[in-house]
């Protein structure tokens, strides 16, 4: 389990009103049934991604973005079930790319079936986000989607090209976390503005901070673990020659860390004893620190107009995001 938790998905739920029950339960369905009828290979694969246990904070954001209480309709429905597909799609392509063996505490695509098999579920996950779109009648959803999709790939190819690169700085890591992950937030909370007559601009800032803040404490998580609370082995990051926040403000603390070249660390006990040193720099609450700023800013962007209601659903999300672990 990632941050936020599942009791944060289920107090913005309640809050959303039984529209927003009914819109997440549709979205359920549909991605299960959207799974199961592209043939074999996505019935397999994609149906073990879908049903893994994703927390479905996206969709949620799309429900709560439009209203609260949450208005049930097929285009909300849609614009969720996209959304999600595009997150499940990226994860595929993102375990072959980080050659991780766990998400969510099960097997990767990549590991249970290979490569090639984890590349084709992927593209076929995307392909079936963007006929979920194309199968209502509005143009906009499909260009706020496409956008956040090419934001992803560019943000997924800067971090391979800055790989085991030590001069890499919190600027262009933090410019990498709005790309891979921001930007999908932002979608979610502008799909949902769209659908519900919100001001997209403001509603779209707030949902990019918070997936940045989000990114921030994932990249937290890798080395904090342990892997039973994230469903992912500690310190992968470091192994696949990922510069994260901790490390890169770690390095400005403790002359030792400067010093090390990234690619001698090549077990996980090695990379769990460079996670320790991380830890005692203090560069876990500096990066914390950073993400609760990043969240107070988002919570900024919220535009006056909006419902108390809604405000507090979306706040409600912006605070689980920064929940404290310690
Ligand atoms: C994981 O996202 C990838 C990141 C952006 C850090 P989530 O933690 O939202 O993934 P699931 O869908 O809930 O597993
Ligand atoms: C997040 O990147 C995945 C994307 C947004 C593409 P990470 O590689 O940090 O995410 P996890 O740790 O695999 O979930
Ligand atoms: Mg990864
Ligand atoms: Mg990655």
Known sequence: VSVPGVATVEAVVEAGGAGAGRVMTRVEERMVELVSTHGELLARHGGETITAGGKRLRPLLVCIAAGVPVEESDALVRAAVAVELVHAATLVHDDVIDGADLRRGKPTVVASGGRLLALATGDLLFSRAFAELAAGSEIEPIRVLSAAA??????????????????VGQERYLERCRL???VLFRAACELGALAGGVPIDALGRFGEGIGVAFQLLDDVLDVTGPAARTGKPRGTDLLDGTLTLPLIEARKRDPQLAELDLRAVETAEQAAAVCDRIEASGALDFARDHALAVVADAKGCLPELLSDAQRSALELVADGVVERYS
């Not at 090419?150 to 001069?167: F, H, I, K, T, V």
Request: proline share 0%.
């Open 150 to 167: 090419s934001a992803l790939a560019a943000g997924e190819l800067m971090q391979r090209d800055d790989a085991w690169n030590s001069a």
């Open 180 to 182: 891979k992950t921001g």
